[in-house]
């Protein structure tokens, strides 16, 4: 029995009025006692009870702490505009969280009709620009960066031909004097096979060749320095003597052609050795 049990005891039998109420309390305080030598949660449950109460009277001496009221915000000057929360702006400016917009305010993350345009990512650009995912087109259209810009491009699998350019086989290709779509595939205009246009072959000693701008097939260039001439069907170059041409297997001698290996040098002069009336003469050039 410990000392809280034995005092309780003590007292209550000190005011029983009769003997046989006293016996009895005694034999059931022995009793109590002897189950919480045996009976552990006897213990612990008398050891919770122990102290109750003393709490109770400490709790009720305390005082609870009074909660001030919120202070309201004094009222903004008459030349200044509220904002709420306790925030004044002079008047004709937009609060903090606030942007101009016309003649008005609206918030900052909203775009303003005027003078913004709004993104399908909800961001505001200028008016006239693109969104980070578009590019501009001619006349200040915005598309989407992998779309071909309306009337002035065409569509061409992964890129868009611009205007003087058509989709072929080999991407975007040039349209003019010098090229152009033939059988699907690009094609130079400047060829033999394909003279100033599809399928425009040159002829004999002829080649494809820029005439006043336009590729045209022509013949032999005859003229200096050019010196061309025209061998089995085939274009080939002649004897070029600077100012002057020679045939095909001449050679230049002094200002004229002489059959080549015949220019000499006779008496300080240049002379091209031809025969006349079985006679061998070297004619001065």
Known sequence: MDHATFDLLTRRLGTTSTRRAGV???????????????????????????????????NKNKRKKK???AQPAPPCPDTMTDCGEGVCVPDGECCPWEKPCGEGCIRAEECCPHTERTCQNGACVTKGACCPNERACPGGACVGKDACCPIVEEACGDECCVLGTTCSADGCC?????????GGACTDLTTDEHCGACGNACGACQTCRTVNGKPTCAGPDRSAPACEDCLEGEIVPATSCGTFCC???????????????????????????RVIDNTQICLVQ
């Open 24 to 58: 009895g309390l005694a034999l059931g305080a022995a009793g109590s006692a002897l189950a919480t030598l045996f009976d552990p949660d006897a213990r612990v449950a008398l050891g919770k009870n122990k102290g109750r109460g003393r709490g109770k009277n400490k």
């Open 67 to 69: 909660h001030r009221p």
């Open 174 to 182: 040039p349209v003019n004097d010098t090229s152009d779509v033939c």
């Open 247 to 273: 045939g095909i297997g001449a050679e230049c001698c002094g200002g004229g052609c002489c059959a080549a290996g015949k220019c000499r040098v006779s008496n300080g002069q240049t002379c091209c050795l």
